[in-house]
C-alpha cells in the first residue's frame, strides 16, 4: 500500500506540473469577446506580418497584405523577415484601439498602410484600411516603376468565405461568416491616383486555394506566381510581370487543407491608392462606406486625437523635445501598440517527472511581443516591461494583459517563460527551442507593472488575480528557493560546465551574464533575491487593498530589504561590490581542441572546450555588472548605506560600467567582457548596453536623487547624465538605421540583436518623460 501511495503522489505531481491552475480565470469568461470587449475585437494583432488583422477569437478570420515590386530579384513580401533588408518599417502612429498608420520603405518603395475602425453591430464594428504606394526617392529607374498589391482574407479552420468576381478576373469583394464575426463583406475597392482619380490602367488577378494553416500562405502565393502575364497598358508600354496563377498544390504538403484564401492582386503603376472596406452583417444603418473622403477625414481626426493623447500622457513638447523627438518617442510607442498580438494554441511542457513533453490545453494570448520580425510572441519578463509603458497609455489594456499573462498558470504556479502558441508562432522557432521546462522561472516583472496598475485597478478585478498571483509568489518562493534562509537560486543552468565559458542562466532573463563557474546547489542568486523582495512588496500591497492578510508578505519584503542581511550573503569583499555566491573558479578559459583524426577521414574542425586552470571553492564570483547594482535597481539599498557609494563609483567609471550609450552589461575590466561562450555564441549579456536594465537604474538615481541622503548630489548627477546618453543614442540609431533595436554596442552605440525590436527600447519614452 505505502508504495501505491508513492506512485499517486507522483503522479499527482507530474499532473499538476503541466495542468492549469484550478482558481477562477483572472479574466472572467468571454471578457475579451465581441459582447464586452467590441472596441478592442478586431485589430492589427498579426505583429509578425507587414500588415495585417485578426480578431480575439480562437481560430479568427485574418486579412492581410502582401506585395511585390515587379522588377528582376524582388521578392514577394508578407511576414516580417530581417532577411527581407527593408530600410526601415514600423507604425508611426497608432493608438492600441481603433487606428494606425504605418510607413514602409522597402527599395524605392514607400508604402503607406493605415487603418480606421468604426463601432456598430455585435460583432466588433467595421473598419476600413487605406494603402498608399509611392515611389520613395528619387532612385528608381527610368521605367515607371510597376508594383503589385494582394490583399487576403483566410480562414483559420472554421467559417466560410465567397467570392464575387468582376469581368471574371477582379476579386471585388469577399462575403464570409464565421462563428465569431456573423456575416460580413471584405470590400476591395477600385484603386486611385494619390489626387483621388482613377488610375489610367491597372490589371486584376485573383486566387482561390486552401492552404495547410496560415503559416503556409507565403508559399501558398509564392508557389501560385506565374511570369507568363503581360501588362498591356494604353500608351502601348507593354511588359511582363508575375501575377497568382492557378494553385496546384504545395509540394511535398500532405496537410489537411485548413485555411480557404481567397486574395486580390492589383498591379499598377506608382503613385495609387487603394482602399479596402470591411462591413458587419449585423450593423443595420451604415452612415454610408467608410471610404474616400469619408475615410480620409476619420484618419485626419484620429491622427489629431492620438497627437493630443500623447502630449497629455507623455508631456514630451512641454518637456521641449523638439518634433524629430517627438515623433520618434511616437513611434515608439506606437510600434509598441502595433506589436501587440492575439495568439492561440498549446505550449508545450516538460517536467522533471515526465519523459515526454506534455501539451498544456488551448489558450489565448493577447500580449506585446519584443520584435515583430524575430521574436513574434509573448515572452515573460520583457512583458512587465513592456506593460510599465502600456500601463500609462492606457491602463485597461494593461490590465487585461497581465490577466492574459496570469491565465497561462499550471497548477503548480508556474508560468511558462516563452509562449509559442498556434501554428504561425511555432512556424518560427527551431524545435529545440520550443518545450518549455517546469523548473525554469523568468523574472517577476509583470509585478512592477502591476504595482503601477494598482491605484487605479478596480477591486473586482484584484480581487480576480489575487489567488494566481499567490500561486506564483509561492512557486517562486518554494521551487527557486536557495541553500541558506532568504536566498534564492536560479534553476534550470546549462547542465554541462565544460562545453561552455561560463554556463548560461536563461531563467534569470540574463541568458550568459556570468555566474559561478561551476553549477551547484550551494549557489545564492543575488538578482532573483531581489526580485522576490520587490514581489514580496507587491503581494503586500495588493493584499493590504483587498484586505486580506498581508503580514507574511511584509515579512519577507523586510528580511529581503534588511541591508545587513544582504551584506551579509552578498557582498563581496574583494570586489567592492555585490555578488552572486556559488562554486567558482575565477581563472576558465576557452582552448581549440582538435579532435582525433579517423584515418580517410578529413580533419575535425577544431572546437573550443572549456579549461579550468584554477579549481573552483564556494566563494562570491567575480563579475561586476548588472547583477551587482540590483540592490540599488531596484532600490533596495537605503539612501544611507555606505555600499551606494561604491556602487555609484563603479556606474560612473568609464574602466567599469559607464558608456557614452548607456550602462555596459558587464564591467569592462571584467575577464568575462565579450568573450564568447563557445564557438557558435557570442557575448550577449557581456557588455552590451540593455534598455530595460538602464531603464531601471535611471528609475532607482531619480528616487535617490529625490531622498535626503550623502549621495543625493550624486545620483542626481549620474541620473541627469546616463538619462541624457541613453535618449541621444537611440535616438540616434533609430534615425541612422530605421529602427530600434534588441541592444546597443557599449563602444560605438550601434544597435545590434534583432531588429525591429521594439520591446524594452521604447522604454525610452518613458525616461524622455521622466515618467518611472
Ligand atoms: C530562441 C531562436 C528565430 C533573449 O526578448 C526575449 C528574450 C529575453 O527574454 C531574454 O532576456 N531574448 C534575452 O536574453 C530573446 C530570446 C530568444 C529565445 C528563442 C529561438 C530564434 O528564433
Known sequence: AGSLVLLWGRWRAAARAVSPHPAEPALPPGATGPDSAPHRFWGSYRP?????????????????????????????????????GLQRYGWVMHDGQSFGLQDIHDRGLLLR??????????????WSWRVTARQDGGAAGSQAALISLFFYVATDGQGTLRPHLEDGTRLAAVS?????????????????????????????????????????????????????????PPDGSRRRFVAVDKFRGLPGAEEAAHSHLLLHQVTLRLPA????????????????????????????????????????????????????????????????????????????????????????PERS?????????????????????????????????????????LDLMTAEGWIPREQILGDEA????????????????NPPALLLALQRLLGSAPPSYLRRLFPRLRSWYEWLNTTQSGPLPYTFRWRGRDPDPERFLNPKTLASGLDDYPRASHPSEDERHLD????????????????????????????????????????????????????????HSGAVGLRREVGRATPG????????????????????????????????????????????????????????????????????????????????????????????????ALRALHGYAEQPGPHRERAAKLYRELRHNLIHNLYRQYAESGYLWEHYSDSTGRGQGSHPFTGWSALVVLVMAEDY
Open 48 to 84: 509578425h506580418v507587414y500588415f495585417g488583422m485578426k480578431t480575439r477569437s480562437p481560430r479568427s478570420v485574418v486579412t492581410g497584405l502582401m506585395w511585390l515590386q515587379q522588377r528582376d530579384g524582388a521578392e514577394l513580401r508578407h511576414t516580417c523577415e530581417q532577411s527581407d
Open 113 to 126: 498602410t493605415e487603418f480606421v475602425k468604426r463601432p456598430g453591430g455585435r460583432h466588433g464594428g467595421e
Open 176 to 232: 464570409g461568416t464565421s462563428e465569431e464575426l456573423g456575416d460580413f463583406k471584405v470590400t476591395f475597392l477600385r484603386p486611385s491616383t494619390d489626387s483621388g482619380d482613377d488610375v489610367p490602367y491597372c490589371s486584376y488577378h485573383y486566387l482561390d486555394a486552401w492552404s495547410p494553416g496560415l503559416h503556409r500562405l507565403t508559399d501558398v502565393v509564392r508557389s501560385s506566381l506565374s511570369s507568363r502575364f503581360v501588362f498591356t
Open 273 to 360: 491608392v487603394v482602399e479596402v472596406t470591411f462591413e458587419s452583417g449585423s450593423v443595420r444603418e451604415r452612415r454610408g462606406a467608410l471610404a474616400g473622403p469619408v475615410l480620409t477625414a476619420e484618419l485626419a481626426r484620429h491622427q489629431a486625437a492620438f497627437e493630443r493623447r500623447f502630449e497629455e500622457t507623455f508631456g514630451l513638447e512641454h518637456k521641449g523635445f523638439p518634433a524629430p523627438q517627438r515623433r520618434f518617442a511616437q513611434a515608439a510607442l506606437s510600434n509598441m501598440l502595433g506589436g501587440m498580438g492575439h495568439f492561440h494554441g498549446r505550449s508545450l511542457l516538460r517536467s522533471p517527472l515526465h519523459h515526454h513533453p506534455v501539451s498544456f
Open 365 to 405: 494570448l493577447f500580449t506585446a511581443v519584443p520584435s515583430r520580425s524575430f521574436f513574434p510572441r509573448g515572452f515573460l519578463w520583457d512583458e512587465g516591461f513592456h506593460q510599465l509603458l502600456l500601463a500609462r497609455w492606457d491602463p485597461e489594456l494593461s490590465r487585461e494583459v497581465v490577466a492574459h499573462w
Open 426 to 441: 511555432l512556424a518560427k522557432v527551431p524545435p529545440e527551442f520550443v518545450v518549455q521546462h517546469s523548473d525554469t522561472a
Open 528 to 583: 532573483l533575491r531581489c526580485w522576490m523582495a520587490l514581489a514580496s512588496r507587491v503581494l503586500a500591497e495588493a493584499a493590504e487593498r483587498l484586505e486580506e492578510p498581508s503580514e507574511p508578505y511584509r515579512h519577507m519584503e523586510r528580511a529581503l530589504s534588511d541591508n545587513e542581511l544582504l551584506e551579509r550573503l552578498h557582498w563581496a569583499h574583494e570586489l567592492g561590490a555585490f555578488a552572486d555566491f556559488g562554486n
Open 601 to 696: 577521414r578529413p580533419p575535425p574542425a577544431p572546437r573550443l572546450v572549456r579549461v579550468v586552470h584554477e579549481p573552483p571553492r564556494p566563494r562570491f564570483v567575480s563579475a561586476l555588472g548588472y547583477v551587482s547594482l540590483f540592490p540599488l535597481l531596484l532600490r533596495l539599498l537605503r539612501p544611507d548605506s555606505p555600499r551606494l557609494e561604491p556602487l555609484l563609483a563603479a556606474m560612473s567609471d568609464e574602466r567599469r560600467l559607464w558608456s557614452p550609450f548607456g550602462l555596459r552589461s558587464l564591467s569592462r575590466d571584467s575577464p568575462m567582457y565579450m568573450q564568447r561562450n563557445t564557438e557558435h555564441d557570442p557575448p550577449y549579456w557581456r557588455g552590451s548596453v540593455w534598455i530595460n536594465i538602464n531603464y531601471l
